[in-house]
């Protein structure tokens, strides 16, 4: 931060908390309160003199992005993202749930939106963990069986899911 915003960030708080203590007097507040509302409203708006706010703290970006497709990691992370109401998790997380499935099924050779799959599909995943996939803001326990369901299905080798 230069010398320019230095300055222009301790004026700007230093007059921000002077027109809060005068409208806090204005009002009716005793004076030693009206000080107090200067006092902190001051330190509180000259934190950008001594932080970096909002600027990077210097964290490295992970570079591991890349092998999450396809991997139990990719399971762990769409659990971390559950935010439901209720026992049910979000649509969000139900729309990473059916993309999930969809890439797992790829794997096995099959497609989940095709009609002529429909039935193997139904047959690898089993009949509850379809319905779930169909289910817009799904059960947790539905979503976590669902989840389990996947991780079974990414250990088993490709040709045989497919031979299913």
């Known amino acids: 931060m230069n010398r320019a915003e230095l300055r222009t960030t301790a004026l700007g708080s230093l007059v921000v908390a002077a027109i809060l203590g005068g409208g806090a007097w204005l009002v009716g507040l005793d004076p030693l309160k009206c000080l107090l509302i200067v006092i902190a409203v001051a330190l509180f708006g000259s934190f950008r003199l001594f932080t970096e706010f909002g600027d990077n703290a210097g964290w490295p970006e992970p570079n591991d992005r890349g092998r999450d497709r ?26 990473r749930l059916r993309t999930l499935a969809a890439e797992t099924l790829a794997e096995h050779g099959l497609d989940l939106t095709r009609d ?21 803001r799904p059960h947790y326990d539905e979503f976590v069986g669902v989840l389990n369901r996947l991780e079974q299905l990414l250990a088993v080798p490709q040709d045989k899911g497919a031979q299913s």
């Open 116 to 136: 002529e799959d429909q039935e193997r599909c139904r047959a690898l995943l089993g009949e509850r963990a379809y319905r779930t996939l169909e289910a817009d």
């Open 70 to 95: 396809g991997a139990r990691r990719e399971v762990a992370r769409l659990s971390w993202t559950l935010q439901g109401h209720a026992s049910q998790v979000d649509a969000r997380s139900g729309r």
